[in-house]
């Protein structure tokens, strides 16, 4: 027990935790990023609204979530341990020659990056998730006709003191299947009408991608995975995977909704 707890508060210790978590947060953005993409659909919110209450009440993935939001806590407390220990390694800095710096501008700002990424997922959790689950979130009635199920009537519910539950059934009278959902797409579409928070959010996705390109190829250093075999594609999938793919999806999504505001 006394080498395991050695083991990871040495360095090399909190570089595996952060690259660990580092890794899972990676694919849960990769999950994320597809249950997202339900917001482009022009069904009035259904297949998003029903995306969100998946990922809030099926138990594996509550299990999954914990363990995200342990991670993060983990990630940023043990990079501010090491940046700090870092600095007082190196009290002068990095040297600079011809003008340039020895290492990759990502790599000098780590720290900056990770903290705008920091204050980025405190608010967007605040907008969103806390909201969904205590903000008292308005809900809509969704009727899909069984024979055309592009055809959705969507219906607002008021808010009121007994909150209706999450309902999806079948009407064989009617042909039709009902959905009664938290409307979690209205409180997305609030909030993507700010040009503020939309700049944010772009800024936020910019912070996430120079963070990933660096940080997805040292976390596979950090591990021992890096065979000479396999760095092309780790840098392939860091670069135009987690470095601009997910980023550029991800900063569409407020920006569609700004657009359509002043459209």
């Not at 007082?88 to 000098?108: F, L, M």
């Not at 609030?190 to 660096?214: R, T």
Request: charged share 10%; net charge positive; proline share 5%.
């Amino acid at each position: 027990m006394g080498n395991f707890s050695n083991t990871f508060s040495s360095s090399l210790g909190k570089k595996l935790v952060m690259s660990l978590t580092g890794l899972f947060m990676c694919s849960f953005l990769v999950v994320h990023l597809v249950g997202n993409l339900q917001l482009f659909k022009h069904d009035g919110g259904l297949a998003f609204n029903t995306y969100a209450y998946f990922m809030t009440h099926f138990p594996p993935i509550k299990v999954v979530s914990y363990l995200l939001y342990t991670s993060i806590v983990l990630h940023a407390i043990y990079a501010l341990v090491l940046t700090m220990k870092n600095k007082k390694a190196r009290p002068i800095g990095y040297a600079v020659t011809n003008g340039k710096a020895n290492s990759p501008w990502t790599s000098r700002n780590m720290g900056i990056l990770g903290t705008v990424l920091l204050v980025f997922i405190i608010i967007h959790m605040n907008t969103f998730w806390a909201k969904y689950h205590w903000g008292g979130v308005p809900y809509k009635k969704y009727v899909i006709e069984l024979q055309n199920p592009e055809h959705v009537q969507v219906t607002d519910l008021p808010i009121s003191s007994v909150e209706p539950v999450h309902t999806d059934a079948v009407d064989l009278q009617s042909g039709s299947r009902v959905v009664i959902a938290k409307d979690l797409y209205l409180i997305v579409q609030n909030a993507f009408e700010s040009p503020l928070y939309v700049a944010f959010y772009v800024l936020a996705m910019a912070a996430l991608s120079f963070h990933l390109i660096h940080g997805f190829r040292s976390a596979f250093q950090t591990l021992g995975w890096d065979h000479k075999k396999y760095i092309p594609l780790i840098r392939f999938i860091g670069v135009w995977g987690f470095g601009l793919l997910i980023p550029i999806v991800f900063a569409a999504m407020p920006l569609f909704f700004l657009f359509k505001t002043f459209s």
